[in-house]
């Protein structure tokens, strides 16, 4: 199973940018996939997820910033930051779980991570 993320990169405080997922050995359709990240000296944070179920959940400090989504006919997961702010700044994971609904921002007991993709909020 990989899980390839990419998208990150540098932008202005309030830009925008978009994550893609590439999933291979496993079907986005049939896991929970999700977004954490993780800032440098910080503990990794739950940020998004879209369930099986095809319900979506985000993290408080992301709510009504941040969109995920996912296309099944590519295999991929999305996750597209508008408003973005310097406290964003972090390493973007994408994982894969199969997980009941009320483990769903959980660090532990995730199936499959991905590479981390670096986003850097800065003027």
């Known amino acids: 199973v990989q899980l390839q993320a990419s998208g990150g990169g540098l932008v202005e405080p309030g830009g925008s940018l978009k994550l893609s997922c590439a999933a291979s050995g496993i079907t986005v359709g049939n896991y929970n996939m999700k977004w954490f990240r993780q800032a440098q000296g910080q503990e990794r944070e739950f940020v998004a997820a879209?369930?099986?179920?095809?319900?979506?959940s985000y993290g408080d400090s992301v709510k009504g910033r941040f969109t995920v989504s996912r296309d099944k006919a590519k295999n991929t997961v999305y996750l597209q930051m508008n408003s973005l702010k310097s406290e964003d700044t972090a390493v973007y994971y994408c994982a894969a779980d199969r997980q009941i609904a009320s483990a769903t921002m959980n660090v532990d007991g995730i199936y499959y991570w991905g590479e981390g993709t670096q986003v850097t909020v800065s003027s």
């Open positions: 879209i369930r099986w179920t095809s319900t979506t």
